[in-house]
């Protein structure tokens, strides 16, 4: 059960940068973990909708939470 998560912040750390502020990038991160965390339930076996919840979630506050420093793009 800890793999699918664990795809998540991986392809939500990865995928966070896309965006200049912190806005942007909590907006952008929040819409792929989102995608992602439903593309990962539905491939699982999980409840889509939960799934899409949580990634949204995570991938909101791992792209508003980073700088663009860490990421590369300032």
Do not use: F, Q
């Amino acid at each position: 059960m800890l793999k699918p998560a664990m795809i998540i912040v991986v392809a939500a750390l990865s995928l966070a940068a896309c965006g200049r502020d912190p806005g942007t990038r909590a907006l952008s991160g929040g819409a792929l973990g989102a995608g992602l965390g439903a593309g990962t339930a539905a491939i699982t076996g999980g409840n889509i909708g939960t799934g899409a919840i949580i990634g949204g979630v995570g991938g909101a506050a791992i792209g508003g939470l980073t700088n663009c420093r860490a990421v590369g793009r300032c």
